[in-house]
């Protein structure tokens, strides 16, 4: 409720309680929808207010929720004071600011007399102030302290987007912090962003409520934009009419998300576009080049394609880029090998993209993605470890994108350009795009008229991506036929690192397809040719599957033994592929055949290599064996937390067999913690690619499942399991692994560890963060430290991640809050 004075309504007149009625309306229902998440702002500007400090400026970039602040003080005053409330917001920024302020107080007086009629009414009155988006206006910070010096009991509180160096304090205001990948319910009904969402969503639809159903669809939304306020309340009003699923995906794809936001108010824009473009417009130009030429990149980018694209030299590169993730313009992803990587809002880029004006060149950015598609490439040729493909796969969507491109354009680079993804991003989830593009080239290219190489590399992508689809067992003719036409145009003595790729993507066809006789051939094939033309690494990686094969004909201690040998040749070479396929079957073979003092990687020290190289197939490797390890312990809960990892790793992988095995995987967590019903209903998703599956699992499994059918059958009756099994059997492969993942998650036990306790910090990153902390910039950081400013910015982010911050102001913040540095006095 506004707090104006009877005597000040009788002495001012109708104008001005017509004006204060006017706003006070738009205002009703929205305080505390826009103050979720704000309770400390909203303290600390009430306890300035009662202070002696006359001129307050609320600062942070538009979208923010700066206005939400004045509301909550013309709702619930600090003292007695009379709040006096003028947005300026839409005001011409030729305007004269006391003429407006003094119209929408309804003085009516004219130019040059406007602050002084403003100074006569307010005289020696207790006032407050409220100057809401000042920053549309240009007005002297001398001009402020006069009308102050003249009214003695008068305050004065700003909202502008930068920062207000002569004001007597400044309440920052930073977008709301968002929710981590895969939170808990619990635990992101705690995230600020999440609980705006959620109650932005229920004023909308009453029948909202955040629940496993909609939770990953929520984290997504939130993340998406950013956490920015304005974003989330538009995109909350959305879900009467769409499903929080349907908005997320919108926002991802970036148009229609702009679209999605946009929301007109007196008949002037004020969406998320709006605000984010006045946002920009703010920044130095510099600062707004370098943001506009990374609009270019589709998704991610490393701190190397910044400095690449954006011409600057890496010092000012790395302060630029600080700029940006304090104004929540750009977001710290992961480091990616000690590369510092970033990502940008998708709307964001939406905005950027639509700019008048000619973008900066795409050239430099073009030359980026050329340069990396080639190197990953032929690192993949020469058996490099993934970490020398970490660039191709941070600009997978970039790459993937310019295939498109090309192949629309029919541009002759097309075919070469489609075949170096398909090495470059082998083993991930984007292997499906790159084999509709090479379909499109089989369909479309006279493939005899190139290289026989090319050729060859056509047939062998292609055999690959069938293989690796959802109906790769059903395609398994057609994938042999393909795969053996490219392996026949392959000389191996003049090409043979191609031909150690061709007989590795059999290795790997014949594991998806559940075909091993084929695998342990390839493999015993590729073994021989690598040790003929002394390619240690190549010779590692496939002995490890000759070993599997052997364990799979029953001879575990051979197995051992030749795997035993593959790792300690893997790690002279220093292979992580071969390490991590080594330790796996060595945790897996029976343990009284491993040798007691055999120098064996832990699953652990696995799972954190398999992490580090960013090696997502064989980090899901690892997790199957731990799963089945917490199984062999009696540890369900532990289990079921590890398979919802698996599972949150293969879902761009749906109907595959990774998500098969997990799904089988399920069922045994099911039975063991007695979820008949659960279990029955996921046996019965499994049925039709049982055969398939289990063919691709250990011997036992197959036993083990015989025996689980068997108990459920006991426990549920015949009809009643039949009943149930049904009901899985109807689901989709993408249903029937969403509902996994919800019952894994419900059923897990939660990781110890816990974000934000900084302990992680080495102790070159506390260095870092005490520097961070005085104010240094990322190249004065860089040359006291005398280190390069790329490793100042892997520094910053690994400080971001560990901390659970998103910026260099709220770092700082955090380590002064947690005594990781000594607060100095002033």
Same mark, same amino acid.
Not at 764 to 778: I, K
């Given at each position: 409720m506004w707090r104006i004075g009877q005597m000040t309504h009788l002495r001012w007149g109708a104008g001005f309680v017509g004006s204060a009625l006017r706003c006070r309306h738009t205002f009703e229902g929205e305080d505390a929808m826009g103050l979720v998440g704000r309770e400390r702002k909203v303290a600390l500007l009430r306890a300035l207010l009662v202070s002696s400090r006359r001129l307050v400026a609320v600062t942070g970039p538009a979208g923010v929720g700066k206005s939400a602040l004045l509301r909550a003080i013309v709702t619930a005053p600090p003292d007695d004071s009379e709040i006096w409330t003028v947005d300026l917001g839409g005001v011409p920024a030729s305007a004269e600011v006391w003429v407006e302020v003094a119209a929408r107080l309804g003085l009516g007086a004219r130019a040059g007399e406007?602050?002084?009629?403003?100074?006569?009414?307010?005289?020696?009155?207790?006032?407050?102030?409220?100057?809401?988006?000042?920053?549309?206006?240009?007005?002297?910070p001398a001009e402020l302290r006069a009308l102050l010096d003249a009214c003695?009991?008068?305050?004065?509180?700003?909202?502008?987007?930068?920062?207000?160096?002569?004001?007597?304090?400044? !309440?920052?205001?930073?977008?709301?912090?968002?929710?981590?990948?895969?939170?808990?319910i619990d635990r992101a009904l705690g995230c600020a962003s999440i609980a705006l969402f959620v109650d932005a969503a229920a004023r909308s639809d009453a029948g909202f409520a955040l629940d496993g159903e909609n939770l990953d669809s929520v984290i997504r939304i939130c993340r998406l934009v950013g956490g920015l306020p304005l974003a989330l309340q538009l995109a909350a009003a959305r879900i009467r009419v769409f499903s929080s699923?349907?908005?997320?995906?919108?926002? @991802? &794809?970036?148009?229609?998300?702009?679209?999605?936001?946009?929301?007109?108010? &007196?008949?002037?824009? !004020?969406?998320?576009?709006?605000?984010?473009?006045?946002?920009?417009?703010?920044?130095?130009?510099?600062?707004?080049?370098?943001?506009?030429?990374?609009?270019h990149f589709e998704r991610a980018f490393s701190f190397a394609g910044v400095v690449d694209v954006s011409g600057q030299a890496p010092g000012d590169a790395a302060d630029a880029l600080e700029r940006l993730l304090d104004l929540r313009l750009l977001d710290s992803a992961p480091p990616l090998f000690g590369e510092p990587v970033f990502m940008m809002l998708p709307i964001l880029r939406s905005v950027l993209r639509e700019l008048p004006g000619d973008p900066p060149t795409e050239d430099a950015y073009r030359r980026r993605l050329a340069r990396v598609v080639r190197e990953a490439a032929d690192a993949h040729a020469q058996a490099e470890p993934p970490s020398h493909r970490a660039f191709a796969h941070v600009l997978h969507q970039d790459l993937l994108h310019e295939g498109d491109l090309l192949l629309e354009r029919h541009d002759p680079r097309a075919h070469s350009w489609v075949l170096d993804c398909a090495a470059a991003l082998e083993g991930t989830a984007e292997v499906t795009r790159?084999?509709?593009?090479?379909?499109?080239?089989?369909?479309?290219? &006279?493939?005899?008229?190139?290289?026989?190489?090319?050729?060859?590399?056509?047939?062998?992508?292609?055999?690959?991506?069938?293989?690796?689809?959802?109906?790769? @067992?059903?395609?398994?003719?057609? $994938?042999?036929?393909?795969?053996?036409?490219?392996?026949?145009?392959?000389?191996?003595?003049?090409?043979?690192?191609?031909?150690?790729?061709?007989?590795? $993507?059999? $290795?790997?066809?014949?594991?998806?397809?559940?075909?091993?006789?084929?695998?342990?051939?390839?493999?015993?094939?590729?073994s021989r040719l690598a040790r003929e033309h @002394?390619?240690?690494?190549?010779?590692?990686?496939? &002995?490890?599957?000759?070993?599997?094969?052997?364990?799979?004909?029953?001879d575990a201690p051979g197995a051992v033994r030749l795997a035993m040998d593959a790792l300690r040749h893997a790690q002279r070479v220093g292979d992580p592929y071969s390490i991590l396929t080594a330790t796996i079957l060595l945790r897996t073979v029976p343990p009284d055949t491993v040798p007691a003092d055999a120098a064996v990687p832990t699953l652990a020290d696995a799972l954190r290599l398999a992490r580090d190289e960013r090696d997502a197939v064989m980090e899901w490797f690892i997790l199957a064996v731990m799963t089945r390890a917490e199984l062999a312990a009696e540890l369900p809960a532990r289990a079921a937390r590890?398979?919802?990892?698996?599972?949150?790793?293969?879902?761009?992988?749906?109907?595959?067999?990774?998500?098969?095995?997990?799904?089988?995987?399920?069922?045994?967590?099911?039975?063991?913690m007695e979820d008949w019903a659960f279990a029955a209903r996921m046996l019965g998703a499994i049925e039709a690619d049982r055969e398939r599956v289990l063919r691709s699992m250990a011997p036992a499994s197959a036993l083990e499942l015989a025996q689980v059918r068997a108990l459920l059958t006991a426990r549920l009756g015949e009809s009643g399991f039949a009943a149930v099994a049904a009901e899985g059997g109807i689901l989709s492969a993408v249903d029937a692994t969403a509902q996994a993942l919800r019952w894994?998650?419900?059923?897990?036990?939660?990781?110890?560890?816990?974000?934000?306790?900084?302990?992680?910090?080495?102790?070159?990153?506390?260095?870092?963060?005490?520097?961070?902390?005085?104010?240094?910039?990322?190249?004065?950081?860089?040359?006291?430290?005398?280190?390069?400013?790329?490793?100042?910015?892997?520094?910053?982010?690994?400080i971001y991640r560990k901390l659970d911050v998103r910026s260099r102001a709220e770092a700082t913040a955090f380590a002064h809050r947690h005594g990781l540095v000594e607060t100095r006095a002033e």
């Open positions: 406007s602050r002084a009629r403003i100074a006569e009414r307010i005289g020696a009155s207790a006032v407050t102030l409220l100057l809401d988006h000042l920053d549309s206006l240009t007005v002297a003695p009991r008068l305050r004065i509180v700003i909202t502008v987007r930068g920062t207000f160096e002569s004001a007597d304090a400044e !309440v920052p205001v930073r977008p709301l912090g968002i929710p981590e990948e895969r939170m808990p699923e349907r908005v997320a995906n919108d926002l @991802a &794809d970036g148009g229609p998300a702009l679209e999605l936001l946009r929301t007109t108010r &007196d008949g002037r824009e !004020v969406g998320v576009g709006h605000a984010l473009a006045a946002t920009v417009g703010a920044l130095s130009e510099d600062d707004r080049r370098m943001l506009r030429s990374l609009a790159i084999s509709g593009q090479l379909e499109h080239l089989i369909a479309t290219a &006279d493939l005899d008229s190139l290289p026989l190489t090319q050729q060859a590399q056509t047939w062998i992508w292609s055999a690959y991506g069938l293989a690796m689809s959802a109906d790769g @067992a059903a395609l398994a003719d057609l $994938v042999d036929e393909r795969w053996r036409r490219g392996f026949r145009l392959i000389d191996a003595e003049r090409t043979p690192l191609l031909a150690l790729q061709a007989l590795m $993507v059999a $290795v790997i066809m014949g594991i998806t397809t559940g075909d091993m006789p084929a695998t342990v051939r390839a493999a015993r094939t590729g @002394a390619c240690a690494t190549w010779g590692a990686r496939f &002995d490890v599957w000759v070993a599997a094969g052997i364990h799979a004909d029953g590890r398979c919802a990892e698996r599972l949150s790793i293969g879902r761009a992988w749906w109907g595959s067999y990774l998500s098969a095995i997990s799904l089988v995987h399920t069922v045994f967590i099911a039975v063991a894994l998650r419900e059923h897990s036990e939660e990781s110890p560890t816990a974000p934000g306790s900084g302990d992680g910090l080495t102790a070159r990153e506390r260095e870092v963060l005490v520097l961070l902390a005085e104010g240094l910039s990322n190249k004065q950081i860089a040359e006291r430290l005398f280190i390069t400013p790329k490793t100042t910015m892997h520094h910053s982010s690994a």
